[in-house]
């Protein structure tokens, strides 16, 4: 009998998490490109308030790409560079931009764990969409995302906290043991905190909880209906309810307010 694989929480996140299947499972979901939800919608919320038009852009977490078209194309970036673990992922986002015509304006860089490859004031704006859950060290990755902003720069992100502190509920780790995907949550406190000890200042934390509580439901109705069999034909049906086993323990996370969507910005003083 095999070992019931163990949920991986506080821990550093591992090359190859984003396997094929779940890359062709999140982007069916949320659409081409993207590994997180919302899509364009999504990024122009996080955006409210911040015009990053003639900015330079560190996307970190750059996963497929999709994040980086959208704020080249229809947010205005001057460039954007995106950094991530997976040097598949890079491979594949380096593509993409490639086809939409955009590689003068968006680049890639695969990375390893530690300080930025990037001087110091290299960029206007860090932008972070659900990549920062899977950091353990969120003090050191502010601070490095503060020495790469200029005076006065933005640290502008989407990411999932989660609600109070403390042990995870069953619930919880049953819903991280079937993700399979690294999880290191803060709280709204926690992340602000991290930031304003790193040195940000006008640290802002949006809920959008209810949001993506809704909208998961709309995802889980559609997987258990007419996604279906088109799941079954990518993933094989062994996986693709596997998917659905998730989506439904994400719904329950989400409904008890445990698994918090947020948006979260920043500034580093000009001083």
């Not at 205005?76 to 594949?92: N, S």
């Not at 930025?116 to 920062?132: C, I, T």
Request: glycine content about 12%; overall charge negative.
């Amino acid at each position: 009998m095999s070992e019931t694989p163990r949920p991986k929480v506080d821990q550093p996140a591992e090359v190859g998490e984003y396997d094929a299947g779940m890359q062709t499972m999140l982007q069916l979901v949320w659409g081409e490109g993207f590994l997180s939800p919302g899509g364009p919608a999504e990024v122009a919320r996080i955006l409210e308030g911040h015009d990053i038009g003639g900015c330079r852009v560190l996307d970190v977490g750059s996963g497929l790409g999709g994040v980086d078209l959208v704020l080249a194309r229809d947010h205005r970036a001057a460039h954007v560079t995106g950094i991530d673990l997976e040097p598949e992922l890079v491979a594949q986002a380096q593509a993409r931009a490639g086809a939409a015509g955009m590689s003068r304006r968006v680049s890639y860089r695969s990375v390893t764990p530690g300080p930025f490859p990037f001087a110091d004031g290299s960029f206007e704006v860090v932008f972070s969409k659900d990549s920062l859950v899977q950091i353990p060290e969120k003090p050191q990755i502010f601070a490095e995302m503060r020495r790469v902003l200029v005076p006065g720069g933005r640290f502008i992100a989407g990411d999932w906290l989660r609600g109070g502190s403390g042990a995870y509920s069953a619930a919880m780790l049953e819903y991280f043991r079937l993700e399979g995907i690294t999880y290191n949550l803060a709280s709204a406190a926690e992340m602000t905190t991290a930031l304003e000890a790193s040195g940000f200042q006008q640290v802002r934390v949006r809920d959008r909880n209810a949001w993506y509580a809704a909208l998961a439901r709309e995802e889980l109705a559609r997987m258990e209906c007419d996604w279906f069999p088109l799941m079954c034909e990518r993933l094989g049906e062994v996986r693709a309810r596997h998917f659905v086993a998730n989506w439904r323990q994400l719904v329950l996370v989400l409904g008890t307010g445990e698994l918090r969507p947020a948006h979260v910005s920043a500034v580093k003083p000009s001083g």
